[in-house]
């Protein structure tokens, strides 16, 4: 089975702290992502990755960054946590999509984070 | 930009009714994908099916079924036989030939007894 790990499940924080999450998937997929799902909202895609290096804004990316320094590992930052960044963080990994074709994602636990 | 609706916050069905959930998409591509997750209380997202833009079929999946109207732009989830373990959120989302999904907001299932 697909696994994808998220370094925490809960995690307080302060205004104007860096934060870093953490997300490890063991199925040598090239994709990876985060999303942050806020009621009413459903899930919003932060920056998504299709290879080591390599990073795609996604449709909020204002207020973080992210890093994928190796295939398995795909980190969300938030440069300076603001009340407003106070959700729930979704990690989830793929293979590569090729015309729409059938590759779900495997999502991680996901992390709530509040930010104080 | 693709947009993905699901126009029902939540809906309730009867323990052993069917139910259909609504999803509909805007998109110019003629490539793509449509997903349905479900999201139990505990949090976890579970993937259930999958339509791609060139199927000739309707997908299925045990008691679940996908009524993809292409020319309507929409890929409704039809639930069989519900269960109370059905009771849950599901979301529709729609995959790009880039990768990129973008999800509905979701409708809440209760399944009553």
């Known amino acids: 089975d697909v696994k994808v790990t998220q370094s925490s499940r809960y995690l307080v924080k302060r205004t104007g702290e860096k934060v870093f999450l953490e997300c490890v998937q063991d199925m040598d997929h090239e994709n990876m992502f985060w999303y942050r799902q806020d009621p009413g909202l459903g899930l919003r895609l932060i920056y998504f990755s299709y290879d080591v290096k390599m990073k795609e804004k996604g449709d909020i990316p204002e207020g973080y960054s992210v890093s994928r320094e190796k295939k398995e590992r795909f980190s969300l930052i938030l440069e300076s946590a603001s009340t407003n960044q106070t959700s729930m963080y979704l990690c989830?990994?793929?293979?590569?999509?090729?015309?729409?074709?059938?590759?779900?994602?495997?999502f991680g636990d996901g992390t709530r984070l509040s930010i104080l | 930009a693709q947009k993905i609706t699901q126009t029902q916050p939540g809906m309730f069905v009867q323990e052993k009714e069917a139910v259909t959930l609504d999803c509909t998409y805007d998109?110019?591509?003629?490539?793509?994908?449509l997903f349905w997750y479900k999201q139990p209380s505990s949090g976890e997202m579970i993937f259930l099916i999958y339509?791609?833009?060139?199927?000739?079929q309707n997908a299925t999946e045990g008691r679940y079924s996908l009524n993809f109207q292409k020319a309507r732009k929409s890929a409704n989830l039809v639930i069989s036989a519900s269960q109370l373990g059905d009771s849950a959120m599901y979301f529709c989302a729609f995959l790009t030939n880039a990768g990129k999904s973008t999800f509905g907001d979701g409708t809440t299932l209760t399944v009553k007894p």
């Open positions: 989830a990994s793929s293979f590569p999509v090729v015309g729409g074709d059938n590759q779900p994602q495997h």
């Open positions: 339509q791609g833009s060139y199927d000739q």
């Open positions: 998109t110019s591509d003629p490539s793509y994908g």
